[in-house]
């Protein structure tokens, strides 16, 4: 078997990503680890700069964080119990039935689904939980919302990939390969000043194709119009997105 290509969108801006990217709940990693029933090892898929990792590894005796981008994983959280590995999502190093949770994290929508569902069922053991999430656009003030609607809609739109439709649609409409687990509704908020979230913007895939299509930033002209409606220099708004989060169990006696 091949391995696919590699859909590489932010390597470019890993140093930012590790910056700007909204850090998930607490409750979250809380649910997850209450779904197994062994917290030997879980495995997190595309980890990116490891920081769904580094809150897994808190409530797992080992994480193993895989990533295809070195650039990535030079800015992975380090943690001793986290064994970072740059691979692919689907080719892992992982065993047969090693592992007591998979999850992925903003990423499942770059994957080849079909070869990643196999290799998930491959690692995961009976019993085992594989948990996928994603969030699309945050909320902020009506004022702020409209400006930020504009960028993403008409500014950068196209330069969206194909797969962000699968974000758009919190992964509604995916097949997961064992029965689905109830999930609780989640959400992501932060409190945020005008460079914080001007600096999110930039870690945005589509912000970055159109610098390369454009030959210029777009960043400027858009944190331009946001001052503008900003209450006032350095004030800090709360910005919130909702967490799409979707879970199944593999059948003990699988």
Same mark, same amino acid.
């Given at each position: 078997?091949?391995?696919?290509?590699?859909?590489?969108? $932010? %390597?470019?801006?890993?140093?930012?990503?590790?910056? $700007?990217?909204?850090?998930?709940?607490?409750?979250?990693?809380?649910?997850?680890?209450?779904?197994?029933?062994?917290? =030997?090892?879980?495995?997190?898929?595309?980890?990116?700069?490891?920081?769904?990792?580094?809150?897994?590894?808190?409530?797992?005796?080992?994480?193993? #964080?895989?990533?295809? %981008?070195?650039?990535?994983?030079?800015?992975?959280? +380090?943690?001793?119990?986290?064994?970072?590995?740059?691979?692919?999502?689907?080719? #892992?190093?992982?065993?047969?039935? %090693?592992?007591?949770?998979?999850?992925?994290?903003? /990423?499942?929508?770059?994957?080849? @689904?079909? /070869?990643?569902?196999?290799?998930?069922?491959?690692?995961?053991?009976?019993?085992?939980?594989?948990?996928?999430?994603? +969030?699309?656009?945050?909320?902020?003030?009506?004022?702020?919302?409209?400006?930020?609607?504009?960028?993403?809609?008409?500014?950068?739109?196209?330069?969206?990939?194909?797969?962000?439709?699968?974000?758009?649609?919190?992964?509604?409409?995916?097949? &997961?390969? +064992?029965?689905?687990? /109830?999930?609780?509704?989640?959400?992501?908020? @932060?409190?945020?000043? @005008?460079? /914080?979230?001007?600096?999110?913007?930039?870690?945005? %895939?589509?912000?970055?194709?159109?610098?390369?299509?454009?030959?210029?930033?777009? &960043?400027? =002209?858009?944190?331009?119009? @946001?001052?503008?409606?900003?209450?006032?220099?350095?004030?800090?708004?709360?910005?919130?997105?909702?967490?799409?989060?979707?879970?199944?169990?593999?059948? #003990? #006696?699988?």
């Amino acid at each position: 078997m091949s391995t696919p290509a590699f859909k590489d969108h $932010f %390597s470019q801006q890993a140093g930012a990503y590790a910056q $700007f990217r909204p850090h998930y709940p607490a409750v979250l990693y809380d649910w997850l680890a209450g779904q197994v029933s062994d917290t =030997a090892l879980a495995w997190d898929v595309a980890t990116g700069n490891g920081q769904a990792a580094a809150a897994l590894a808190e409530r797992f005796a080992q994480v193993i #964080a895989s990533e295809p %981008s070195a650039e990535q994983l030079a800015k992975a959280l +380090y943690r001793p119990n986290i064994d970072y590995r740059q691979e692919a999502a689907e080719h #892992a190093s992982l065993a047969d039935a %090693s592992a007591d949770l998979i999850t992925v994290a903003q /990423a499942l929508h770059w994957f080849d @689904l079909p /070869a990643f569902m196999q290799e998930a069922a491959r690692v995961l053991k009976p019993g085992g939980v594989l948990a996928v999430w994603c +969030y699309e656009v945050f909320s902020c003030t009506p004022a702020v919302d409209a400006i930020v609607g504009k960028y993403y809609h008409d500014t950068i739109g196209p330069y969206w990939p194909p797969e962000r439709r699968w974000i758009e649609q919190g992964y509604a409409g995916l097949a &997961l390969p +064992y029965p689905r687990l /109830a999930t609780p509704a989640l959400e992501m908020s @932060l409190e945020w000043d @005008l460079a /914080a979230l001007v600096g999110y913007l930039g870690t945005w %895939s589509a912000t970055q194709r159109y610098k390369e299509d454009r030959g210029h930033d777009p &960043l400027p =002209a858009v944190a331009e119009q @946001l001052a503008a409606v900003w209450p006032a220099a350095g004030a800090a708004l709360r910005v919130s997105w909702p967490l799409k989060l979707q879970a199944c169990r593999k059948p #003990a #006696a699988d």
